[in-house]
């Protein structure tokens, strides 16, 4: 569904994607594993649109979108959370989910001022949904709050339901789990896996915790200093000298100690 | 006597309160709900103003002009032309963020004024234009005159205001309100920011040009120096701070509010020592100054804060 084609990300003098090729397959729940700074984020920054690439491709279902803008990869069926909240701060918790959902006739200025029952039964639709989706991630007591108001793990709450509400083909998922409750986290898992395999949407996430991790994917892709250092199930990884290697021993992290 | 001059001096503080409130709702529309920097307040106005004022006028030779059109025209063409002005700085500028874009409004906004006042076969230059008619002005003249143009200033500023409230209260103002706060994940939700921003910028600019057309027929008089960046964009910008930016209400109330304490403090200014009031204009800022200071130390999003607008299915 994504595939990266030796991708490279220059940040300055820093190369933070070092010729990185991988693919995210349909259907699928793909982790993306690697210790910190190996440049998982930025991964998703370039599949997203968010960050340009200094070389490589990027393709969505078989097509090259390297050119595309986020908003238009987004209208393509893309989606995603951040991995630090990125909030619409004033907006309530409501609004933020209502806002991400596309609303084609609500969102047209001449409709909003002269035509006003255009767009009745499509934002009747939108609160539906996202009525049902603020109940799902249990913010509901906090569905009139500003966002800005919320603390840490709601505000990643919300993320979450922004991509929910976008009807996505994907949805790429940055550390969804850190700050958010084991019970509520154990039932967003259940969801994940639910919404793959009744309705086939795929996911990838980047996650730390390797438990999660073997809950959810069938399949892990472990980046480390820029590079894809192997993929393979959860186990076949765990067992890999080179990832090892790369969270506990090598090069930097040694040096330091 | 003493009463009949106390409320025709009412009267004109409200006609100009109103046309104050209009450029509130403007920027309202621009910056409260859209984030967008407009520092180029003045110079919508003076398109807008000039605009009107030469559709209106008898024909000239001073002049562009005039076209002794009807003022509903002159203010239509003042909308219109503000608009495209609007959209030809957005086209450059909305790309930029916030203080840029402050910065390229206002350098834009100075250049309009200055050709303003330089082109002077379309303007009459500093000489300014004159016998500018007021709407209705055939069937009305001497003091009623003024109340018959009230009416048709707040006439204006309640349609303005629907409109107002529509954007505001629509998928369009949350998805716009949306990019206000955080653009990364707005573009992220698919929301095309650019199209929102000159749309917004168009629509707030428009209406900036309106109010303009409505001094220029207010004063039947314009010249360059009507259209004061210090009288137009700083006290527009105060008022909405004041009232409360991102609530349309607030904006009329700003708008009003603090137009009206503008007009009473010329009344002390006029009273002080006579090498004191050479320097009315700038005590008078310092007051206006003072007087936000001090609102926004006691309400800090405005008198009537933003508020996000009811669901209309909710039950
Ligand atoms: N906008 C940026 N400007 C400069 N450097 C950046 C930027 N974004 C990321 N980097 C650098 O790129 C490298 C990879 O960062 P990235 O955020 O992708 O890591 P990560 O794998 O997501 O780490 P973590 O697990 O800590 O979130 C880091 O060295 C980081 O400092
Ligand atoms: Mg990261």
Redesign the pocket.
């Known amino acids: 569904m994504i595939r990266l084609e030796s991708i490279c990300v220059d ?1 300055g003098g ?1 190369r ?1 994607i070092d010729h990185a090729s991988f693919e995210v397959e349909a259907g699928r729940i793909t982790g993306l594993i ?1 210790p ?7 991964a998703f920054n370039v599949i997203a649109g968010a960050v340009r690439p200094s070389a490589g491709r990027v393709l969505f279902d078989g097509k090259d979108i390297t050119g595309l803008k986020p908003y238009q990869r987004a209208q393509r069926g893309l989606a995603r959370t951040f ?1 630090i909240p990125h909030e619409f701060t004033r907006l309530t918790v409501l609004e933020n989910l209502m806002a991400a959902a596309s609303a084609p006739e609500g969102e047209n200025v001449f409709n909003v001022v002269f035509r006003r029952g255009s767009f009745d039964a499509e934002e009747r639709a939108i609160y539906d949904r996202a009525r049902e989706t603020v109940r799902f991630l249990e913010l509901e007591h906090v569905i009139d709050v500003p966002a800005g108001n919320l603390s840490g793990g709601q505000k990643k709450l919300v993320e979450l339901g922004r991509a929910l509400m976008r009807d996505p083909k994907i949805i790429l998922l940055d550390e969804i789990g850190a700050g958010i409750n084991r019970t509520l986290l154990g039932k967003l898992a259940d969801k994940i896996k639910l919404l793959n395999t009744e309705q086939g949407l795929t996911f990838c996430l ?1 996650e730390h915790d390797l438990d999660y991790v073997s809950r959810l994917c069938d399949h892990v892709l472990v ?1 480390a200093q820029g590079q894809l250092l192997t993929e393979g199930t959860v186990d076949q990884v765990r067992n890999d000298e080179r990832v090892i290697e790369a969270y506990f021993g090598g090069g930097k992290y040694e040096a330091q100690a | 006597m003493e009463l009949t001059g106390l409320f025709f001096y009412l009267v004109s503080i409200l006609i100009a309160g109103g046309i104050y409130a209009l450029l509130c709702l403007a920027l309202n529309i621009q910056w409260g709900m859209g984030g967008l920097f407009n520092a180029g307040i003045a110079g919508f106005f003076a398109v807008g103003a000039y605009t009107s004022a030469i559709l209106t006028t008898e024909m000239s030779t001073k002049h562009l002009g005039g076209f002794g059109m009807p003022v509903v025209v002159g203010l239509i063409g003042a909308g219109v032309l503000a608009g495209l002005m609007g959209w030809a700085v957005a086209r450059i500028c909305v790309r930029l963020k916030s203080d840029y874009l402050a910065m390229a409004s206002i350098g834009i906004a100075e250049i309009m004024r200055l050709v303003i006042v330089n082109e002077s076969w379309a303007t009459n230059g500093s000489l300014g234009l004159a016998g500018i008619p007021r709407p209705f002005g055939e069937f009305v003249s001497g003091r009623s005159a003024d109340l018959v143009f009230l009416a048709y200033v707040w006439a204006v500023v309640l349609i303005v205001y629907l409109v107002a409230m529509r954007l505001y209260d629509s998928p369009w103002g949350r998805s716009l309100r949306a990019i206000r706060d955080n653009e990364v994940s707005a573009d992220a939700a698919g929301k095309n920011i650019e199209k929102f921003r000159v749309q917004t910028f168009v629509i707030g600019c428009a209406f900036m040009g309106v109010a303009g057309g409505l001094s220029a027929h207010y004063f039947r008089f314009l010249s360059p120096s009507a259209t004061d960046p210090l009288l137009v964009t700083f006290l527009t910008w105060v008022m909405l701070m004041a009232g409360g930016s991102g609530n349309n209400r607030g904006a009329i109330v700003g708008g009003l509010g603090i137009w009206t304490l503008w007009s009473v403090t010329e009344i002390f200014v006029n009273r002080l020592p006579p090498e004191w009031v050479t320097r009315s204009s700038y005590i008078r800022m310092l007051l206006v100054g003072l007087l936000l200071q001090f609102v926004l130390q006691k309400f800090r999003a405005g008198i009537i804060p933003e508020k996000s607008p009811p669901i209309r299915f909710r039950e």
């Open positions: 940040f820093l933070a690697g910190n700074g190996a440049g998982k984020t930025t991995q980047i980046m």
